[in-house]
């Protein structure tokens, strides 16, 4: 399951995201703001994704995106929680990088420096892209933990 949230400057990027998830056949619930609201806040939404990632009941892992203006405080506050690892996104290839090494499982976007096309790409590169599963990178995340 991929699960969504942004405040108010992520929300347009937002529902084109669920276009394209829709799109490519993908799950995905979308946990807010269900409205375009000036007033919203980010953390609500990041942290409603959060506490969702890491709960999967089957094989396949669960994964968040998080969108707000600059992305910083959607990544800021996704990563307080365990089981999150959330990286700020802006090319497809650093993405890329990211799940092969790291395997986040959580992507954050930054809605005011992002154009649709290369936040597609990200977005896809995310999704597609498996953890390396490498002895050094597994090493290196247990020491995160």
């Known amino acids: 399951m991929i699960y969504l949230g942004s405040d108010h400057r992520g ?6 995201i669920k276009k ?15 409205h375009f609201d ?7 939404f990041a942290a409603r994704v959060a506490k969702k990632i890491p709960n999967s009941q089957s094989q396949i892992p669960n994964f968040g995106i998080i969108i707000c203006g600059s992305g ?15 990286g700020l996104g802006f090319l497809p290839e650093q993405i890329k990088k990211a799940r092969e090494d790291d395997d986040i499982n959580c992507l954050a976007l930054a809605a005011d420096f992002l154009d649709e096309k ?16 490498q002895e050094n990178k597994i090493r290196r995340l247990k020491k995160i933990e």
């Open 72 to 86: 910083v405080g959607m990544d800021i506050t996704a990563n307080r929680y365990q089981g999150i690892r959330c």
């Open 118 to 133: 290369v936040a597609k790409e990200i977005v896809k590169t995310f999704l597609e892209t498996p953890f390396s599963g």
């Open 38 to 44: 000036p007033e919203d806040d980010y953390p609500i």
């Open 20 to 34: 394209w998830l829709a799109e490519w056949g993908q799950e995905f619930e979308d946990l807010g703001n269900d």
């Open 11 to 16: 929300y347009n990027l937002k529902e084109k």
